[in-house]
């Protein structure tokens, strides 16, 4: 299993980007998926996960009505739209496969994507 994150970039305060995650291996609609960050000096930390079906999502409290998570199984991708960006979101943002909100409950890791988030 290889999970390929693209999307980061530099954005200014207030602004938006959409990642992406492509999955290749085989039943990428059999598993749940997630997305982390880690910011430099921090742990890492989860951000939004998505059930299997994508019928069921979950979110940390930073990123809540501001970041949505979301699947297309056609495609082997899951997404994370952000919207309303801070300077705090600047972290570098894996993708994973499994369920939960511990990354202990992921067993595969993207490389990750850098997110910069300019004041």
């Known amino acids: 299993v290889q999970l390929q994150a693209s999307g980061g970039g530099l954005v200014q305060a207030g602004g938006s980007l959409r990642l992406s995650c492509a999955h290749s291996?085989?039943?990428?609609?059999?598993?749940?998926m997630g997305w982390f960050r880690q910011a430099p000096g921090k742990e890492r930390e989860f951000v939004a996960g998505i059930n299997r079906s994508g019928g069921s999502t979950l979110y940390s409290d930073s990123v809540k009505g501001r970041f949505t998570i979301s699947r297309d199984n056609t495609k082997a991708t899951v997404y994370l739209q952000m919207n309303s960006l801070k300077p705090e979101d600047t972290a570098v943002y894996y993708c994973?496969?499994?369920?939960?909100?511990?990354?202990?409950?992921?067993?595969?890791w993207g490389q990750g994507t850098q997110v910069t988030v300019s004041s």
């Open positions: 291996g085989r039943f990428f609609s059999a598993y749940g």
């Open positions: 994973a496969r499994g369920w939960g909100t511990n990354r202990h409950q992921f067993r595969y």
